[in-house]
């Protein structure tokens, strides 16, 4: 009897042992999970909170009219290409809109500009849309997505002394920065290909241009009458 009693107290110490050991392991299942719902949590978290910064950087992204203020004018000149006049107080007087600013926007080529000489003037007289402010702009940004300059696009704009032209453009329209006769320089794009006909004609403060190496194309007159160059 005592030799049975040893052998079921040994097997009721073996049972209480397996039971603690199955609860212990319930125990570490048990803490495995809560961990890894914290660590679901937290990676939601951070998941919101990148959503909610990547929405405030896309809703602080400025538009053009923040960048420059109310256009005084505005048109389009292309397809899908737009022109704006804005006064970009450079001179610090904000009382006066002096309309020096043409920018020009969106997506494609400038469309080509038709013009017709005058006997008067000895000049061509061009259609574009900005031809009320051909003597007060200063500056002409052609941004991002527009592909070509048109034919007489700045002809004749006889003060500008900035032109900023985007990687995209590939092509120069005929007459295109004529008489531009304030220029110095201008810094044309790597992508360029194709230059028109007397671009550059008359730009007579034109002292130095440097032409990418992709250009393949450069029409008659291009350079004609650049004086300082």
Do not use: H, R
């Amino acid at each position: 009897e005592a030799g049975e009693t040893e052998t079921g107290t040994e097997e009721a110490v073996e049972m209480e042992t397996e039971i603690e050991t199955e609860t212990k392991e319930a125990d570490e299942t048990a803490t495995e999970n809560e961990t890894s719902v914290e660590t679901e949590a937290v990676v939601e978290t951070e998941t919101e909170e990148t959503t909610e910064n990547n929405s405030t950087v896309m809703e602080t992204q400025p538009a053009s009219e923040e960048d420059y203020g109310e256009p005084l004018a505005s048109g389009n000149c292309g397809t899908s290409v737009e022109w704006a006049v804005y006064d970009s107080n450079a001179d610090g007087d904000t009382t006066v809109d002096t309309g020096d600013l043409l920018v020009i926007s969106g997506s494609g080529k400038m469309q080509d500009f038709s013009a017709v000489w005058d006997d008067t003037s000895e000049l061509y007289i061009v259609n574009y849309g900005w031809k009320d402010y051909v003597i007060s702009l200063k500056q002409v940004k052609v941004e991002s997505g527009v592909t070509g300059i048109g034919n007489y696009a700045f002809y004749n704009c006889s003060g500008l002394t900035s032109i900023e032209l985007p990687v995209g453009v590939t092509s120069i329209g005929n007459y295109a920065f004529s008489y531009c006769s304030s220029l110095t320089g201008i810094e044309l794009p790597a992508g360029l290909t194709s230059i028109g006909e007397c671009v550059f004609e008359s730009c007579s403060s034109l002292t130095a241009i440097e032409l990418p190496k992709g250009v393949t194309s450069i029409e008659y007159c291009a350079f004609y009458q650049c004086s300082s160059l």
